[in-house]
């Protein structure tokens, strides 16, 4: 079973930033092939790993309900076109391979075609040794419970006091669902001058993470993504990079 990587948090902190340097760090330290999931409907993380998403399961819902309803695929049930419709949709790479979300564009919610990804997810992830999922900010993902257990769930945020306030109501939340975690990192993003805020500490107390790191505010990085470019192309020597790098270290992934 993969070594499983959460990352939650409040829209626009960053969360699919930290998941793509996660993902660049998992290979770079040679645990490869990454499994890279991106569970949040504005799909964006495969820009950020510099490969570029066709097919969602969004998209392979609504197509396999429309083959399912004009009587195709005779002998296979729905569940199984589905299915096949999902591996189908996995985007491949040499270190990593990734499956997105996206949108449903049809009538309906998405609960069957969450609980066919996870049943896709397990079975996938026996042939990775680390899966990185980028959700959607909140819980909802993971509260449909599309991973059995998170190995380590990172809570990103940036340094306002209204993100902090919003860490601590997610954790709140997660532990009301019974959300199974090994491990809480507590990522704050964004940072101006390098220190972290008033309230960190305290947040770590509250929650009882087991690790509190500050991301600074980066030119480099701004600029690669304002030229759409992978965070692959990051300098070697980034401190980006080292950060997540020791983050990982420290979780034990």
């Known amino acids: 079973m993969s070594y499983t990587i959460a990352i939650a948090g409040k829209g626009g902190t960053g969360k699919t930033t ?5 993902v660049s760090r998992l290979i770079a330290a040679g645990r490869r092939p990454v499994l890279a999931v991106d569970a949040d409907p ?8 510099g490969v570029t998403v066709t097919q969602t399961v969004g998209a392979v819902r609504e197509e396999a309900r429309e083959l399912a309803g004009k009587g195709l695929g005779t002998g296979v049930s729905k569940t199984e076109m589905l299915e096949l419709k999902i591996h189908e949709s996995l985007v491949e790479s040499e270190s990593f391979d990734l499956i997105a979300m996206g949108r449903c564009e049809g009538p309906g919610c998405y609960c069957y075609a969450n609980n ?5 997810i397990q ?15 909140g819980l909802e993902n993971l509260s449909r419970r599309i991973v059995r257990k998170v190995d ?27 959300l199974a975690y090994d491990k809480l990192a507590i990522v704050i ?20 993470a087991d690790i509190l790191v500050g991301l600074p505010t980066d030119t480099e990085l701004a600029e690669l993504g304002e030229r759409g470019e992978s965070l692959f192309n990051l300098s070697s020597n980034h401190p980006l990079l080292a950060a997540v790098e020791d983050l990982l270290v420290e979780a034990g992934a």
């Open 18 to 22: 930290v998941a793509a340097l996660a």
């Open 42 to 49: 504005n799909s964006c993380l495969d820009s950020a790993l």
């Open 116 to 120: 066919v990804l996870g049943k896709v």
């Open 123 to 137: 079975r996938l992830a026996d042939d990775y040794p680390t899966m990185v999922i980028d959700n959607e900010a």
């Open 152 to 178: 380590l769930l990172v809570m990103v945020t940036d340094p306002s006091r209204v993100g902090l306030t919003t860490v601590e109501r997610l954790h709140g939340l997660a532990v009301e669902m019974g």
């Open 189 to 208: 993003n964004r940072l101006r001058n390098g220190t972290l805020p008033d309230g960190a500490d305290a947040l770590k107390e509250k929650t009882r």
